[in-house]
């Protein structure tokens, strides 16, 4: 009885002294050194163990930035050496120019961390054809599209093949293209420029890229052709008339990575094109602009009309046809992604706000210390935070995602995919048109693109590269 008391005496103090230590003053900091690794463990483990949770947490934290501090590393050592940069971009294209198979092979099966714990993905990597990406200078970015059961890709830099749907390895055989009509090589050498989506419905394919209209003067454009397994020889369906110029523009910013570039097929021979500001603000607020717009393209006379505004990046449209309505995915400026609804029929130009309402913020803000240039872009680009109260269209939510592509996976329930997050993010629609999510599932992975068939969610990864499959045929809520 007594060692119990006596040992019991000891823990007591050993805790009161150590939890002293652990939020008193930093000059008994030194005493806390008398305590054994082990002690130290021992008293957190049975004493605090939030405080075990709470360090893991941060050694976690403290690794994933380690992981981006050394992706910066490499995507600069990427960037400052040209010549290692060239090499990337043509291999790449060798790839294309020889017709080479593109494989997706290296199978793995990653369990993946959803509450509901049905979730498994199926990981087929590249290596080594795939090597220059939007985002990342390597590896290589893609979009996919699904259509009479066979799976067809496009890379960021026009490799464009299909292959018939398995689950043992991917094969894309590649078709020849006139794509190097439109974008080539001369374009490369920032990977601001790239092709942007494809879309197969009719036995067509539709194929949107960033377009140079005029010397150093951009636009997203679309190139559409019949399905040919031997040769596909594409065509304008829309090029605009203006271009934002790299240099010489209104606001004295550029980037092409805000260009857009979904398509959708909705109804009456008729697609959905996606176009973003290029970073001219003023641009989306503007109805003689396809910039910050959706536009609404007949693919029969190649007329075309204004479907929505006041958009910055979008990157993901979805056709519900039961519901008569588009939903669309936003990159904003920085906690300021959007998810919006857009009526299918509307009296006038449904305008969704940017660059007056926004509910985040500009980049490069300091709240210790405003610059001037970022007080004369809130004078001129606001960002309220209501976007109703100025006339304009709510998001149904709003956050900091990096928000690609979305999809539907049955009669309820939806998928968005991010980049910047890299998870697949599960959600309902209720009846107000408010957003209830369900899960969020990490992929740990940018996510660049996704294609529902089948029962199974298809992935482009943009960071190993992958083509990720997820069967959700034992999904259920």
């Known amino acids: 009885?007594?060692?119990?008391?006596?040992?019991?005496?000891?823990?007591?103090?050993?805790?009161?002294?150590?939890?002293?230590?652990?939020?008193?003053?930093?000059?008994?900091?030194?005493?806390?050194?008398?305590?054994?690794?082990?002690q130290k463990h021992w008293i957190k483990s049975n004493f605090f163990p939030h405080k075990i949770a709470t360090d893991l947490k941060n050694d976690l934290f403290?690794?994933?930035?380690?992981?981006?501090?050394?992706?910066?590393?490499?995507?600069?050592?990427?960037?400052?050496?040209?010549?290692?940069?060239?090499?990337?971009i043509k291999t790449e294209l060798a790839e294309k120019d020889n017709l080479n198979d593109i494989v997706f092979s290296n199978l793995s099966e990653v369990p993946l961390n959803d509450k509901f714990k049905q979730l498994t993905l199926l990981k087929f990597k590249n290596t080594g054809q795939i090597t220059y990406g939007i985002n990342n200078m390597f590896p290589g970015s893609?979009?996919?599209?699904?259509?009479?059961?066979?799976?067809?890709?496009?890379?960021?830099?026009?490799?464009?093949?299909?292959?018939?749907?398995?689950?043992?390895?991917?094969?894309?055989?590649?078709?020849?293209?006139?794509?190097?009509?439109?974008?080539?090589?001369?374009?490369?050498?920032?990977?601001?420029?790239?092709?942007?989506?494809?879309?197969?419905?009719?036995?067509?394919?539709?194929?949107?890229?960033?377009?140079?209209?005029?010397?150093?003067?951009?636009?997203?454009?679309?190139?559409?052709?019949?399905?040919?397994y031997s040769f596909i020889n594409f065509n304008y369906l829309f090029k605009s008339n203006e271009c934002v110029h790299s240099k010489n523009n209104i606001d004295k910013e550029f980037n092409a990575h805000q260009s857009g570039g979904r398509i959708i097929n909705i109804e009456n021979n008729q697609i959905l094109l996606s176009i973003g500001d290029y970073r001219s603000r003023h641009l989306a607020q503007n109805t003689n602009s396809v910039n910050g717009k959706i536009i609404k393209i007949n693919i029969i006379d190649k007329s075309f009309e204004i479907f929505s505004m006041g958009h910055r990046n979008p990157q993901g449209l979805y056709f519900d046809k039961n519901r008569k309505f588009i939903l669309?995915?936003?990159?904003?400026?920085?906690?300021?992604?959007?998810?919006?609804?857009?009526?299918?029929?509307?009296?006038?130009?449904?305008?969704?706000?940017?660059?007056?309402?926004?509910?985040?913020?500009?980049?490069?803000?300091?709240?210790?210390?405003?610059?001037?240039?970022?007080?004369?872009?809130?004078?001129k680009y606001p960002l309220y935070k209501s976007h109703k109260d100025h006339g304009f269209i709510e998001p149904?939510?709003?956050?900091?995602?990096?928000?690609?592509?979305?999809?539907?996976?049955?009669?309820?329930?939806?998928?968005?995919?991010?980049?910047?997050?890299?998870?697949?993010?599960f959600f309902k629609i209720k009846k107000n048109n408010s957003i209830k999510v369900i899960e969020e599932v990490k992929i740990y992975e940018r996510i660049r693109d996704i294609n529902f068939y089948d029962n199974q969610l298809y992935l482009f990864l943009e960071d190993t590269p992958s083509i990720g499959i997820i069967n959700l045929n034992k999904f259920k809520i």
């Open 142 to 228: 893609g979009y996919i599209d699904i259509f009479k059961d066979q799976i067809w890709f496009l890379s960021s830099r026009g490799i464009l093949g299909y292959e018939n749907i398995n689950n043992d390895e991917i094969v894309f055989k590649q078709i020849k293209n006139n794509l190097d009509d439109f974008l080539n090589i001369n374009h490369f050498d920032s990977n601001w420029y790239s092709f942007k989506d494809l879309t197969i419905f009719d036995n067509k394919i539709f194929i949107s890229f960033t377009d140079e209209i005029l010397e150093d003067c951009w636009n997203t454009s679309v190139v559409f052709a019949d399905l040919d």
């Open 62 to 88: 403290d690794l994933n930035n380690m992981k981006l501090v050394e992706s910066y590393k490499l995507n600069n050592l990427i960037f400052m050496n040209d010549k290692l940069k060239e090499n990337i």
């Open 396 to 425: 149904i939510i709003y956050f900091h995602k990096g928000i690609s592509e979305i999809t539907k996976i049955n009669n309820e329930i939806y998928i968005a995919s991010s980049l910047g997050t890299k998870e697949l993010i």
């Open 328 to 379: 669309e995915t936003e990159h904003g400026p920085y906690g300021g992604d959007e998810i919006n609804i857009i009526n299918l029929r509307n009296n006038k130009i449904p305008n969704y706000g940017w660059a007056i309402a926004s509910y985040g913020e500009h980049y490069g803000k300091d709240k210790s210390k405003i610059k001037p240039s970022i007080i004369n872009k809130y004078a």
């Open 1 to 38: 009885m007594k060692k119990l008391i006596i040992f019991t005496s000891i823990t007591s103090l050993m805790v009161v002294t150590y939890l002293f230590i652990l939020f008193g003053h930093n000059k008994l900091s030194v005493i806390k050194n008398l305590f054994s690794s082990e």
